[in-house]
């Protein structure tokens, strides 16, 4: 019996100590915004000179470590499957969009370049791509600390590493993000190829891509997209410390949520200075080209609308509000430019054509992409509605002022719609005007300072020329290299003859 009282009494005074200890564990401070603010801000204890220590005190308990953020199996799922979409996007969707834009006779030329180069990005981007884009170096340029993708599995610790999304506390599987990112920059090559089809040397598009990939594209993703991530910012000194270790353009401000400047105008400006230095298609201006299946083309930007879902939802890398709202204004701002390009073409050529309709879903999905997760829906349809009248101006008006003989309208579509939603997103990304404004991750809320729709669009305007300027400058000088050591243009008996058989030895289509 007096051994059972003294087991008793011992169970009460351990848990007597244990509930006096559990306040010192939810005080340490956790990686939250809020715990980190109250441990800076309480006052340090000072000890009192003449206390006598407790002899028989216990040491404080140490604090336990903050468990790393793992990896929502939803959020995971959400970003595989937009990593999927994304890949429709470009194989079959570009492919088909592309080609049923060109003569039977280019069919598969263009199905190849467009295949071909998908393929070809993913393999450099795994090899030295992502890591130059998303590794901490200078603003402009990454490191090299993921190699070979080096780093990402620990085959010691048996442990994969986690990538930071735009939430504190809240991760992906970095090798998730990979593999997202690199599709971006597969699109982002393959887009190029529109503007000099049915006429570039297949091993020239190849050497050309492998260049203004690593020069041009790698540097614009860093520049615009890399940040150490929201986590290590707990007050106003850190935030400015890590705002140093980001790429040029974030550290001005920009916002570009999923590749208005990155993907659509750096793409554009390669492919129109590809147009001009390449030249015109043989029998330009004289012979019909028109495109040889717009039923394909239709097919193709179908895919395409489909796809962009995986692009602009999936760019806020967690199944959230914002992804939602990515989403929405991608279905909105579509459909709204859609509209306004086939009116606009019926009003001034009299009749709407299902050509119109399809470019004009693709010049929407453009202008809304930089904006998708920053502005409300009524800003998208703004935005929606403007790219297609003025993108329906890019592929007529503004071509015949450049002349240049961009053949499937690169420029046209990608470079104005990009231009322009980029612009708009400082505009309808204002809260007055339905926006999202600015995250402040200091207070891990909205930013509470008056939103500047002027200061913004500046920024915006500062962003899309420097990305027009670094890719122009790598466009020119990849070019003219490539035509030294390779030549850029096919023989034009070949040209004539259509490049499925000059170049591939194979047909479309058979009589």
């Known amino acids: 019996m007096h051994k059972n009282i003294t087991k008793l009494l011992a169970g009460i005074a351990c848990l007597c100590a244990f509930g006096v200890a559990t306040p010192s564990f939810a ?187 690593t020069f041009a594209y790698l540097p614009a993703a860093h520049m615009v997209w890399f940040w150490t991530g929201p986590d290590l910012i707990t007050n106003a000194a850190t935030s400015a410390s890590e705002a140093l270790k980001a790429g040029w353009i974030w550290q001005k401000g920009a916002l570009d949520f999923a590749g208005g400047t990155v993907v659509h105008i750096n793409a554009a400006v390669a492919g129109l200075v590809g147009a001009i230095m390449i030249g015109k298609r043989v029998g330009y201006g004289r012979e019909s080209m028109a495109p040889h299946s717009l039923t394909m083309t239709m097919i193709g930007a179908s895919l395409l609308w489909v796809g962009w879902f995986g692009f602009n939802a999936g760019s806020s890398l967690e199944a959230g509000d914002v992804a939602a709202l990515a989403f929405v204004n991608t279905l909105l701002a579509t459909a709204a430019a859609t509209l306004s390009w086939v009116f606009g073409e019926w009003i001034s050529k009299g009749k709407p054509s299902m050509l119109g309709g399809a470019s004009g879903a693709v010049a929407g999905l453009v202008a809304i992409t930089p904006a998708a997760g920053f502005v409300g829906p009524m800003g998208g349809l703004v935005i929606g509605l403007l790219a297609g009248v003025v993108c329906l101006w890019g592929v007529n008006g503004l071509k015949r002022l450049i002349g240049a003989d961009d053949s499937l309208d690169v420029f046209g579509v990608h470079g104005v719609g990009g231009i322009l939603g980029a612009l708009l997103t400082g505009v309808f990304a204002a809260p007055q005007l339905g926006g999202q404004g600015v995250f402040d991750y200091v207070t891990n809320k909205m930013s509470a300072d008056p939103y500047s729709i002027g200061h913004q669009v500046w920024v915006q305007a500062q962003a899309v020329g420097t990305t027009i300027l670094w890719s122009a400058i790598v466009s020119v000088i990849a070019y003219k290299l490539v035509d030294i050591v390779i030549g850029l243009r096919v023989p034009e008996e070949e040209e004539r003859e259509g490049l499925d058989i000059t170049s591939h030895g194979e047909q479309a289509y058979h009589g």
């Open 27 to 213: 005080d340490a401070p956790a990686k939250t915004e809020a715990a980190t603010t109250t441990a800076v801000a309480a006052p340090a204890v000072t000890p009192v000179p003449d206390a006598a220590p407790a002899a028989a005190a216990p040491a404080p308990a140490a604090a336990a470590p903050a468990a790393a953020p793992v990896a929502n199996k939803g959020d995971t799922s959400f970003m595989m499957i937009s990593t999927l979409l994304v890949i429709l996007m470009t194989i079959p969707g570009l492919a088909l969009f592309y080609g049923g834009l060109v003569r039977s006779k280019n069919m598969l030329s263009v199905l190849m370049q467009v295949f071909m180069v998908f393929a070809l990005v993913i393999v450099l981007w795994c090899i030295y791509g992502y890591s130059i884009a998303f590794t901490e170096k200078t603003a402009f340029f990454g490191g090299f600390d993921r190699l070979f993708l080096n780093g990402i599995w620990d085959p010691a610790k048996g442990t994969f590493a986690a990538a930071a999304t735009f939430s504190k506390g809240v991760v992906i599987p970095e090798f998730v993000f990979v593999a997202f990112q690199g599709t971006f920059a597969a699109i982002t090559c393959a887009l190029i190829v529109g503007a000099f089809a049915e006429r570039a040397k297949f091993a020239a598009v190849l050497a050309f891509v492998v260049l203004w990939f």
